[in-house]
């Protein structure tokens, strides 16, 4: 379903789950990210839900410095497709990161406008082209609001991803969407990409 109206861009807390039928296909981007094409067909095959839960706290390498707000995914997959957990820290620090499916990287995550990431990327040659996809079709509590604007560098596959999380118009319906830019850093290559997540319920007691 829908997410429902209590859900902001501050209380992602919940299970999502990615609705194939609305949202584009992750096998380019996968392919472009050099994941095989077994476990691509099994990715595309399986239903895949994803746990999100936010707290308050100082970075975990540092007990004693400033609260700064976590996310933390747990994602599960159908089909015998292992599942990830991702940390996120939204202070824009980059922090190692490293699962079974896209080896070591380094990320970095922080609320930001949809106004302030057009401005820092205009004249930047295709980091403005990836910024204007990122910053459209979103409904006007996330143009005038915040996103959670992530970014990934995987020095060892050559690949970077850059994007937004926020909420879309589908179909007349509020969603939960991400777009993506994700792109080589030995050739020119591309993949723009929006993945809509339907709304399953609230995370177990």
Same mark, same amino acid.
């Given at each position: 379903? =829908?997410?429902?109206?209590? !859900?902001?861009?501050?209380?992602?807390?919940?299970?999502?789950?990615?609705?194939?039928?609305?949202?584009?296909?992750?096998?380019?981007?996968?392919?472009?990210?050099?994941?095989?094409?077994?476990? #691509?067909? =099994?990715?595309?095959?399986?239903?895949?839900? +994803?746990?999100?839960?936010?707290?308050?706290?100082?970075?975990? %390498?540092?007990?004693?410095?400033?609260?700064?707000?976590?996310?933390?995914? +747990?994602?599960? $997959?159908?089909?015998? *497709?292992?599942?990830?957990?991702?940390?996120?820290?939204?202070?824009?620090?980059?922090?190692?990161?490293?699962?079974?499916? &896209?080896?070591?990287? +380094?990320?970095?995550?922080?609320?930001?406008?949809? $106004?302030?990431?057009?401005? %820092? !990327?205009?004249?930047?040659?295709?980091?403005?082209?990836?910024? !204007? &996809?990122?910053?459209?079709?979103?409904?006007?509590?996330?143009?005038?609001?915040?996103?959670?604007?992530? &970014?990934?560098?995987?020095?060892?596959? +050559?690949?970077?991803?850059?994007?937004?999380?926020?909420?879309?118009? *589908?179909?007349?319906? #509020?969603?939960?969407?991400? #777009? &993506? $830019?994700?792109?080589?850093?030995?050739?020119?290559? *591309? *993949?723009?990409?929006?993945?809509?997540? %339907?709304?399953?319920? %609230?995370?177990? =007691?």
């Amino acid at each position: 379903m =829908a997410a429902p109206a209590h !859900k902001t861009i501050k209380d992602l807390d919940g299970k999502w789950l990615i609705n194939k039928s609305i949202s584009d296909s992750t096998d380019p981007i996968l392919a472009l990210q050099g994941v095989g094409w077994l476990t #691509r067909k =099994a990715i595309n095959l399986a239903t895949i839900t +994803q746990h999100l839960s936010t707290t308050t706290g100082p970075p975990e %390498e540092d007990p004693a410095g400033a609260p700064i707000t976590h996310i933390v995914i +747990q994602q599960s $997959a159908t089909g015998g *497709v292992k599942g990830t957990t991702e940390k996120r820290a939204l202070d824009w620090t980059f922090r190692p990161h490293s699962d079974w499916l &896209f080896g070591d990287l +380094q990320g970095r995550s922080r609320y930001n406008s949809i $106004a302030a990431i057009l401005k %820092e !990327k205009e004249g930047k040659g295709v980091e403005e082209t990836d910024a !204007k &996809f990122l910053c459209d079709g979103w409904l006007p509590e996330t143009l005038d609001g915040e996103v959670v604007e992530s &970014f990934v560098d995987n020095d060892g596959k +050559q690949w970077t991803g850059l994007q937004l999380w926020g909420f879309s118009d *589908v179909k007349g319906e #509020r969603w939960l969407t991400r #777009r &993506f $830019a994700v792109r080589r850093k030995d050739r020119d290559e *591309v *993949v723009h990409a929006r993945l809509v997540y %339907e709304w399953v319920g %609230e995370l177990d =007691a």
